[in-house]
T-cell receptor, first 114, second 113 residues
């Protein structure tokens, strides 16, 4: 049951370019949409997250764009750097008061060439 | 660092055996979730524990079970291991009070042969 679909599966960008990763979700009850970054041999680390009451959130070079009506959200990495080379996962969850159960996309392997 | 530590980092087991994976969370993180991440895929939710009780489960059979202890540590137990259980197992802890950020450990790489 794939509730969060992520694309592309892999992405190659030149240093200084813009990396764009897209996700679409099905469950309209989701109300928390984080992006995780994972390096080989490490667990996922939270990069940036958005709630559906805003359409965009920016933190440094990372921006989430959110389209509630289309049930889509995307991650934009500006001025991409070789150190950004990693696997990126979008996720979604419905937040109860005591925690969250994350549904992840399948991941995008980003390579930033120097 | 996330403050979430998993052990062991790597493990090789034989089909049919049982395995116990461990996770140690930060003080005050009273919710812990376990995920299975197959190679090249996103993590899949196994179950969640809150105040030492299971309070949510994904599409995993009963041979996947867990425990959470008062000292913010937890265990994932898998019985009757199958080859398809080979994966990276991740635990994630969440700060008490409904904070939405989940902190992941580095994972345990389980190989079933």
């Amino acid at each position: 049951q794939q509730q969060v679909k992520q694309s592309p599966q892999s992405l190659i960008v030149q240093k200084g370019g813009i990396s764009i990763i897209n996700c679409a979700y099905e469950n309209t009850a989701f109300d928390y949409f984080p992006w995780y970054q994972q390096f080989p041999g490490k667990g996922p680390a939270l990069l940036i997250a958005i709630r559906p009451d805003v359409s965009e959130k920016k933190e440094g070079r990372f921006t989430i764009s959110f389209n509630k009506s289309a049930k889509q959200f995307s991650l934009h990495i500006m001025d991409s750097q070789p150190g950004d080379s990693a696997t990126y996962f979008c996720a979604a969850s419905k937040i109860p008061t005591s925690g969250s159960r994350l549904t992840f996309g399948e991941g995008t392997q980003l390579t930033v060439n120097p | 660092e996330t403050g979430v530590t998993q052990s062991p980092t790597h493990l090789i087991k034989t089909r049919g055996q049982q395995v116990t994976l461990r996770c140690s969370s930060q003080s005050g993180h009273n919710t812990v979730s376990w995920y299975q991440q197959a190679l090249g895929q996103g993590p899949q939710f196994i179950f969640q524990y809150y105040r030492e009780e299971e309070n949510g489960r994904g599409n995993f059979p009963p041979r996947f079970s867990g425990l959470q202890f008062p000292n913010y540590s937890s265990e994932l137990n898998v019985n009757a291991l199958e080859l398809d259980d080979s994966a990276l197992y991740l635990c994630a802890s969440i700060l008490k009070g409904g904070n939405t950020e989940a902190f992941f450990g580095q994972g345990t790489r389980l190989t079933v042969v």
